[in-house]
């Protein structure tokens, strides 16, 4: 072989060797090596700059909506007459507005965990545990009404608002319809009851839109409430020093468990409902889980393709709409903020981290938790997942 030959090769050996680290330096930086081939993935974890659009709801970016759905957020004469509950009693603004007990108890005990609401706003399709309702604003109007929970009706709530909040109101949503007359508008009643069953068509529909306003300015409040950017986000962003080595080697372990099989996208969630296998509580009646998601979400009278939904959401809700899919499991939580939202699973079984990972044996790769090194360094990496708090004036809550 030549001289000129030999040079020729080693020429080329040496581009190619510059080729490929400069196209691997492009995809990945420097810091991020480390995750090798899963690199590029993880980009797909990085949180984008603002929370996705609303469903349904023309008012959720509107600030005079959010700041009477925060009134409305904190005031107990929403429920029942003397119970005295208000949303931030289960979603308390001290705990990232989720509940410190394992399961709620007001009126009555409910048999599930009140989840965050700093991640609410980052859902893109449906929300409780069991997705039965596929947008945020409905959430509230189910659980104003459930007895165990806030144990008031549509019509009582709408009273309510029109008597403290009705110059608010009215600025927002346009007039309020005339309830004085007691015969037409009963003072209290939802669907399934005498007094609303027997008002016309068109008095319901009245209030109806009205009771749906208000959950419309608690979407509009619930958005200002969602969760920033956090450490984990800055250090795919290229600040290095934003995670320590425990959490990096974390990454590497969720992505080696499978975790973002499910944790997936960035919420680290894929939106989907399955089932751990994990035994319920004790003494309990089994959870109908998704499959009662389901059922509720085909005659939800709120859904985001009701003719109560505003037009601009209604085009992109064709995913958020369809209620197919297996019938079983929960929806698979976000894992953004989730240090700070204990106790954890749809029935507030487990107290720590710890306890909910190892609950995942059964579906996890080879039937096993990760071990006890994995574990550690995967809740190093989840505590660089909690974003920034709310701005103010919506990181000011009575009493806080
Ligand atoms: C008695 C306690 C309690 C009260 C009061 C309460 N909630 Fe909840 N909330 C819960 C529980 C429990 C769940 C989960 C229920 C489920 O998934 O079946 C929940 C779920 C939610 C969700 C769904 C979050 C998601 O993305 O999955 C939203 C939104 C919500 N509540 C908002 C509100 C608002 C707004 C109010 C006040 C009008 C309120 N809640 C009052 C206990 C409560
Ligand atoms: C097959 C899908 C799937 C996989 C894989 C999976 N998870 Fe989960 N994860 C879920 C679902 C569903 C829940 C809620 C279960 C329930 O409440 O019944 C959950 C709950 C959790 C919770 C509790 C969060 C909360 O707010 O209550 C944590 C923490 C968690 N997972 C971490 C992990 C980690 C770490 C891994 C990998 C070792 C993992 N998960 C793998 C689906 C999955």
Redesign the pocket.
Known sequence: MSLDAKAWIFFCGLAAVDVTISTAAAACPEHLQFLESRCEQWQSHVLPQSIPAARGNAFADNEAAAALGMK??YDNR??QSASG???A???DPEHAFA?RKA??H??RE?S????D?I??AW?TSS????G?VDN?WS??LF??EQE???GSSRLSAVRTLASIYRIRYEKIFGSMPDLSDTKRFPLSGKPGTPQFDAMSEQDKDLVNQVYVNLGKA?EAY?RKLAAGRSPFDDFMNGSAKSLGIDAQRGMVAFTRHGCDSCHSGPTFTDEGFHDLGYPGKSGRPQDPARAGGMAFASKWQFSSTSKFADPPGRESTAKAATVTGKPEGF?TPSLRNVVLTFPYG?DGAFDTLDQAIDAHARILPGNAAPDAQDKHDIIEFLRSLSGRSPQAPWNYWPGG
């Open positions: 409305v957020f929403f429920s509950v208000a949303c009693n289960c979603h509940e399961t709620s007001t009126i409910v599930r965990n009140a989840p609401l991640n609410a859902y929300h409780f545990w069991d039965k945020l959430a509230p659980t104003l165990d929970e806030m608690l619930m929806r749809h």
